[in-house]
């Protein structure tokens, strides 16, 4: 295992790395959900919620442009 | 009194989600940190009145992010010494929507340059902690077969990239915020068992204790000399000596 606390790879982790891509790419599409129907509200707590998952969701989709430019590339 | 319970269950919850992560399965521990990151970003949206709260709940969902991100990101595909560097952008790109969010910048988070041989003297202290740290856990080198080019790329990424960002997370925003909401001592123990708790992957008590201990370290000089550069240089530093240095020397 070689670990730094951003880094976590073990064997167990690469070898599912497809399922945890896949369990990623469901979290950043509930989150880009959320965040439309909360920008759709007034209120200001669900305001800041929508700007609050931005958080989430920026690095979720450099996450997964990485996993889609990959799989590109293995059909190329 | 009761905010503090709940920032200590938050802290409870994100141990319990890297033992599942560690012991049973990655991927339920992906959905652990998912139900904490969602959770967190929820009730810091609902506390939005009550800002030192608020913004800790805010920053402590940095926590569960950092394990989801290292673990959905296709590693595998790049080679070995650009891993670190390739985890790192994306924590750092939340960092900085999360400091935009806060309305703080980076000077706020302790990103400033002074006192070059006091941040010098702090920098230092990284080669005993990695060679503690090396004879704790001796990793296996990362090194091996690199070209030289290769190898500072790994140093950089080691070096740079996982002392900064993770520093700017935990002392830079996390452990501001938790000052702010419950004062010096809580704050300072409260981020250093966070981070603790994302070195359970080692599977080392003894690591935990020690890890602790440097976070308490670099959360007490982060608080005194009131910026990061130091102990980013620091943690760096360790991290070059535990996976380079330390096993290439290799002095037992």
């Known amino acids: 295992m070689i670990s730094t606390v951003t880094t976590t790879i073990t064997v167990a982790t690469l070898s599912a790395g497809a399922m945890l891509g896949a369990m990623s790419t469901v979290l950043l599409i509930f989150l880009l959900a959320s965040k439309e129907m909360v920008d759709a509200d007034t209120r200001q707590s669900l305001r800041m919620l929508g700007r609050t998952l931005n958080i989430g969701i920026l690095p979720l989709l450099i996450s997964f442009a990485l996993t889609v430019s990959f799989k590109i590339l293995e059909v190329l | ?252």
């Open chain 2, 1 to 252: 009194m009761g905010e503090l319970r709940v920032f200590t269950a938050y802290i409870i919850f994100i141990v319990a989600a890297e033992v599942v992560t560690s012991f049973l399965d990655p991927g339920y521990g992906l959905l652990f940190h998912s139900l904490i990151l969602i959770s967190l970003l929820v009730l810091s949206s609902l506390k939005h009145g009550e800002n030192p709260v608020s913004r800790l709940y805010l920053s402590l969902s940095l926590a569960p992010l950092i394990r989801i991100i290292s673990l959905a990101i296709p590693l595998n595909h790049f080679p070995s010494y650009a891993w670190y560097i390739v985890v790192n952008v994306p924590i750092l790109v939340a960092s900085v929507a999360m400091m935009r969010v806060q309305g703080i910048g980076f000077k706020d988070a302790g990103v400033v340059f002074r006192k070059p041989l006091e941040v010098a003297a702090i920098a230092l202290t990284g080669i005993p902690f990695g060679f503690i740290d090396y004879f704790i856990l001796r990793p296996e080198p990362l090194d091996i077969g690199l070209s030289f080019w290769n190898l500072v790329f790994l140093a950089l990424g080691l070096g740079l990239s996982t002392g900064f960002v993770e520093e700017l997370v935990f002392r830079g925003i996390m452990q501001r915020d938790a000052v702010e909401a419950f004062g010096e001592r809580r704050g300072l123990i409260g981020v250093a068992l966070v981070f603790a708790a994302l070195h359970i992957g080692w599977l080392s008590i003894l690591d935990l204790v020690f890890v602790f201990s440097v976070g308490l370290f670099y959360g007490f000089m982060t608080l005194k000399k009131g910026n990061i550069i130091g102990v980013s240089l620091s943690h760096g530093i360790t991290n070059v000596v535990l996976f380079m240095v330390a096993p290439a020397v290799n002095l037992i």
